[in-house]
């Protein structure tokens, strides 16, 4: 090797174990998008502690509502066997004449569970680490897409198995500085 060449390996080898990265400041947003900010940690409920009551939620409410007209649905099986971890998509139908052009998070779709008394049984976690990665979801006219995939395997925020018995999935879009609700989704869960 030459010496130019060395002193130019050996500065960029310097310079490399200088920088630092992490998932939060990873250039992945197109020019003139800012990137979301960083969740808060949070550390769980610990067992036995209330859950938030009937008309509570634990859902993202930040971002205008979708001004085309739209619906949006859960999709997947009606029941699961506690501890089967079985997933659902969120599905975007266009209702309009406009194209919908959704540039988003890979996990900007949350959800919660609720009980037959309408009590928040398992929560929207707020202490996951979603990527950077970026999704287009284009919806065209009269068109349905799958937007993202939920999963659950019929335990509370805690982890606990809950019982046998009716329990309503509640889902939102909260990204690209819009907020889309799901119709909520009837599931009966067995032992």
């Known amino acids: 090797m030459t010496p130019r060449l060395l002193l130019t390996a050996a500065l960029l080898g310097m310079s490399l174990a ?3 990265v992490s998932i939060f400041n990873i250039p992945a947003l197109p020019p003139g998008q800012s990137a979301p900010a960083a969740p808060a940690p949070t550390t769980p409920a610990a067992p036995g502690t209330a859950t938030p009551g009937a008309g509570a939620t634990t859902l993202p409410t930040a971002g205008e509502a979708l ?3 739209h619906q949006a649905t859960l999709n997947g099986p009606g029941s699961l ?9 969120f599905d975007l ?23 037959a008394a309408g009590q928040v049984v398992r929560g929207n976690p707020r202490d996951t680490v979603c990527t950077m990665q970026i999704v287009v979801t284009e919806v065209g006219p009269g068109e349905t897409m799958d937007v993202q995939t939920i999963r659950w395997d019929g ?23 819009v ?4 119709e909520p989704f009837t599931v009966t869960l067995e032992r």
């Not at 066997?81 to 998509?89: I, L, P, Y």
């Not at 209702?95 to 569970?113: M, N, T, Y």
């Not at 335990?155 to 500085?177: C, H, K, M, N, W």
């Open 67 to 69: 001004d085309i007209p």
């Open 81 to 89: 066997k506690v501890g089967e971890a079985t997933t659902w998509t």
């Open 93 to 115: 139908s266009n209702q309009g004449e406009q194209p919908i052009r959704l540039e988003h998070g890979a996990c900007d779709v949350r959800f919660e569970v609720l009980n």
């Open 18 to 20: 200088h920088a630092q």
């Open 155 to 177: 335990r509370d925020s805690q982890g606990r198995a809950l019982p046998a018995g009716e329990y309503t999935i509640r889902a939102v879009f909260s990204g690209a500085g």
């Open 179 to 182: 907020r889309i609700a799901a």
